[in-house]
């Protein structure tokens, strides 16, 4: 008799604790899910690595999608060699891939992307130029500035653009009312209404005529005329001829073209490689992903149009000030999409950019332009 009622008490506790072990397991897999499901935005991927934003704060995951820098930051920009500038109690700095500061957050008005060992800091109302030890190395002067291309730093000076080089000396004097930055030694630059593309001499290679004009990539760039996007050569000649209602530079020998209301990805043929589908598609990143928005879902597709399993995220919102063209490469003037341009002036895609966190969730989200 004691015998089973030991046994009986026995059985009891096995059954408690499996029931235990389960609602702990159960417990854990709604824990992961809730985590999984706390994704709210996603920006585009660059080096690998590719900012989120959970619960008001920005961090980083790598190509797994693993959490490798957590959100804690007000807002981010993208990775590049190495570095992203992040936005802490209203002050920036520059962190590298650990999540370490190799320059502390002390600017409080503005920050660019790091490139070719220097990036933008605004400080007094001005900027200019500091590498990644913190030092400065243009000084404050400029009235706006874009990151360095080839050498050269597209900055302005009242209302005219010019170029400087890595010493802060010009280059190609402030005369323009627009610019793009250099790459493939042709930068995009604007002359009243009409764009055009200026040599590093500051000499016209392919004179004003464009809507608006992107900058060059894989020898190619991609320009709007009379309304519609296309793509031209170095001699300024149609190899794709306009026809799409949005466009972005070519990366990896694809690029994102709008048809209609949806986005897909043109080859250098001009044929849909990756069909029209997405309501919003940032360019490929050097790793192969792309980040794309379908049904209220932003989420990364590979060359192929497959998508990446396990990282996705809704509530992406974008800007609701009007834009020129939905996905472009840059903002030339503007340190926000908020500012409503007198010009017109090329947008940041929303999917391509960093981003800020709304004060509110009933705000659009501000998206950062590169």
């Avoid at 490798?68 to 590049?80: A, Q, S």
């Avoid at 073209?257 to 598609?281: E, R, S």
């Avoid at 590979?302 to 609701?320: F, H, M, Q, W, Y």
């Amino acid at each position: 008799m004691m015998r089973s009622r030991q046994m009986w008490q026995h059985m009891i506790m096995c059954t408690v604790l499996i029931s235990l072990c389960l609602a702990g397991f159960s417990q854990a897999s709604e824990t992961d899910k809730k985590n999984e499901s706390t994704i709210e935005r996603l920006v585009k991927y660059s080096e690998g690595m590719a900012g989120i934003y959970i619960k008001g704060r920005w961090g980083f995951i790598d190509a797994v999608g693993k959490h490798v820098i957590e959100p804690i930051y007000h807002e981010v920009k993208h990775f590049r060699e190495g570095y992203a500038p992040v936005k802490l109690d209203k002050k920036w700095g520059l962190i590298d891939k650990k999540g370490r500061y190799v320059v502390n957050p002390r600017f409080e008005e503005g920050m660019g992307e790091f490139s070719e060992g220097l990036v933008a800091v605004k400080q007094d109302g001005s900027w200019g130029y500091i590498n990644s030890d913190g030092k400065m190395i243009i000084s404050l002067q400029f009235d706006e500035t874009k990151a360095f291309k080839e050498g050269k730093a597209a900055v302005r000076i009242k209302d005219k653009w010019g170029f400087i080089d890595t010493r802060g000396h010009f280059v190609i004097n402030p005369r323009f009312s627009d610019t793009g930055s250099f790459n493939n030694e042709l930068a995009p630059a604007r002359i009243g209404k009409d764009w055009g593309y200026v040599k590093n001499d500051g000499n016209w290679s392919i004179d004003p005529q464009f809507d608006l004009a992107l900058n060059f990539s894989e020898g190619v760039a991609v320009v709007q005329d009379d309304s519609k996007w296309g793509v031209i050569n170095r001699d300024g000649k149609f190899v794709i001829n306009p026809q799409f209602d949005g466009g972005s530079p070519f990366v990896g020998k694809l690029a994102a073209f709008k048809q209609g209301d949806k986005w897909g990805y043109l080859n250098k043929k001009g044929v849909f490689i990756i069909a029209p589908a997405y309501t919003n598609a940032s360019d490929f990143s050097e790793d192969g992903i792309a980040l794309v928005e379908q049904a209220g879902e932003s989420f990364y597709i590979d060359t192929d149009g497959k998508k990446r399993e396990g990282i996705s995220a809704r509530k992406l919102i974008v800007p609701k000030e009007p834009t020129i063209a939905s996905l472009t490469i840059y903002d030339p003037a503007k340190d926000r999409v908020t500012d409503r341009p007198a010009a017109p002036r090329i947008i940041q895609n929303p999917l391509n950019s960093g981003a800020v966190a709304p004060k509110d969730s009933r705000q659009p989200l501000i998206i950062k332009a590169q």
